[in-house]
């Protein structure tokens, strides 16, 4: 009976621990919201929230997601709504790329 309750005492505490794990925001990265106007291999270009267009590297282990699903980067087409986020110090390579075209919250996300 002690060992069920440790079992259980250990398993939830174990829970918790990856949970909060998970839940803790990257304080090294910087995110910013814009729209598709290109994708090769290694670089993407889109456009800001004020229409300005710049361009990122694409990290060798950059994440890309479609409304949530890991998805490729040929799934990404011009005019989608994307966020992307950097590492805080280097704007310039983008780690994570997530569209977000059928996501009715998009704007209301937090960065």
Same mark, same amino acid.
């Given at each position: 009976? =002690?060992?069920?309750?440790?079992?259980?005492? /250990?398993?939830?505490?174990?829970? !918790?621990?990856? *949970?909060?794990?998970?839940?803790?925001? %990257? !304080?090294? /990265?910087? *995110? &910013?919201? +814009?729209? !598709?106007?290109?994708? *090769?291999?290694?670089?993407?270009?889109? *456009?800001?929230?004020? +229409?300005?267009? &710049?361009? &990122?590297?694409? +990290?060798?282990?950059?994440?890309?997601?479609?409304?949530? @699903?890991?998805?490729?980067?040929?799934?990404?087409?011009?005019?989608?709504? =994307?966020? !992307? #986020?950097?590492?805080? %110090?280097?704007?310039?390579?983008? #780690?994570? =790329?997530?569209?977000?075209?059928? @996501?009715? %919250?998009?704007?209301?996300?937090?960065?």
């Amino acid at each position: 009976m =002690i060992l069920r309750m440790f079992s259980l005492a /250990a398993l939830g505490f174990a829970l !918790v621990l990856g *949970t909060s794990a998970q839940a803790a925001p %990257d !304080v090294d /990265a910087k *995110t &910013h919201d +814009g729209k !598709v106007v290109s994708v *090769t291999a290694d670089k993407l270009v889109m *456009t800001d929230k004020d +229409g300005k267009e &710049h361009s &990122h590297t694409l +990290g060798l282990d950059a994440k890309v997601s479609c409304d949530g @699903n890991m998805c490729k980067l040929e799934d990404l087409k011009p005019g989608m709504k =994307i966020r !992307v #986020t950097t590492k805080k %110090d280097d704007r310039q390579v983008a #780690t994570r =790329i997530e569209a977000l075209d059928k @996501n009715e %919250d998009f704007e209301k996300r937090a960065k």
